[in-house]
């Protein structure tokens, strides 16, 4: 097995997404399956990793819960993959057939869900990561639910800090029909302005009876938010610390609201409590410094709402 080059910028993002996923999927409670990820993340590595009793350390990433920085971003994924997959749930129970991932990176919605025929799955990115991906799945095994089955998929290469709009639009996207819009892992590497103009954009193709989900930060984490003592989880936690902008200005349900959409907000902690999963020291509610990471779901109403 041979690994593929990483385009610049993506691969630490990519490998460890890809990590998160293989690990939650090998647990026996896991919260969701992504048997995708396991085939991602050995292709990326160059060996057959995941069909081991433990996964091999990747750079952050580990598979012995001695990394309090790991344990919170493996907590992460766990409490919010749920999330996004119940809302894409909930938006084609109730007749879209359109789902539009924002920063798909290797998203395998597409791919692992059960999603009503006829649904088309645009996947928005940079054109390295989609071509990263599409190497990643030409590697792995033939799907049933692949572009030419009952579901569709349908990548968008653009830069969101460009004309997406227009792009999706030539793509064959269609904004007089209800769309679930999934914005995973975004917006904190956005500041408020540029969250507006993509909120903006959203609402624009959002047909009565859209929905949206998205998760961001209530702040920008510190450093010593979690106590590290591996000089590499330093670097790591460095590193990721210093990709991040504001986000939205506001809480999701007032930031929600001020632009048209009708609001439902929870956290990855809740979830985390809900699904019977141990907390990570930076999601403790009683901290000194509370620390949020937002879910929150949006419903394009059938009349405008006034804006709050």
């Not at 903006?200 to 702040?219: Q, T, W």
């Amino acid at each position: 097995m041979t690994s593929l080059e990483l385009p610049a910028g993506v691969g630490w993002t990519a490998l460890i997404t890809a990590y998160a996923r293989a690990q939650e999927s090998r647990r026996a409670d896991r919260l969701f399956a992504d048997p995708h990820a396991g085939e991602f993340l050995d292709t990326l590595a160059g060996a057959a990793v995941s069909t081991r009793s433990q996964l091999p350390r990747v750079g952050p990433a580990r598979d012995d819960e001695s990394s309090a920085l790991w344990n919170m971003f493996s907590a992460y994924f766990a409490g919010r993959t749920p999330f996004f997959d119940h809302q894409v749930a909930l938006g084609t129970a109730e007749g879209a057939r359109q789902v539009c991932i924002l920063a798909a990176g290797l998203d395998a919605r597409a791919l692992r869900l059960e999603l009503p025929d006829g649904t088309n799955v645009f996947e928005i990115d940079t054109q390295p990561v989609l071509d990263l991906k599409r190497k990643l799945l030409e590697s792995g095994p033939e799907d049933g639910n692949a572009p030419g089955g009952r579901v569709a998929r349908t990548t968008v290469a653009v830069d969101l800090r460009e004309n997406w709009s227009a792009a999706l639009l030539e793509a064959g996207f269609r904004p007089e029909e209800p769309t679930v819009w999934l914005a995973e892992g975004l917006l904190m590497y956005l500041d408020a302005p540029e969250c507006d103009r993509l909120l903006e954009g959203i609402a624009a193709l959002s047909a009565p009876g859209s929905r949206i989900a998205i998760d961001y930060f209530s702040r920008i984490p510190h450093l010593d938010d979690i106590a590290m003592t591996d000089p590499d989880d330093v670097s790591a936690a460095e590193l990721v610390i210093s990709l991040f902008k504001s986000g939205p200005a506001q809480p999701p349900a007032n930031w929600f609201a001020r632009h048209g959409w009708i609001p439902d907000v929870t956290d990855v902690g809740s979830e985390l409590v809900r699904h019977e999963r141990p907390l990570p020291e930076l999601f403790e509610p009683d901290r000194a410094e509370p620390f949020t990471v937002w879910l929150a779901s949006g419903r394009r109403p059938q009349q405008p709402v006034e804006a709050g």
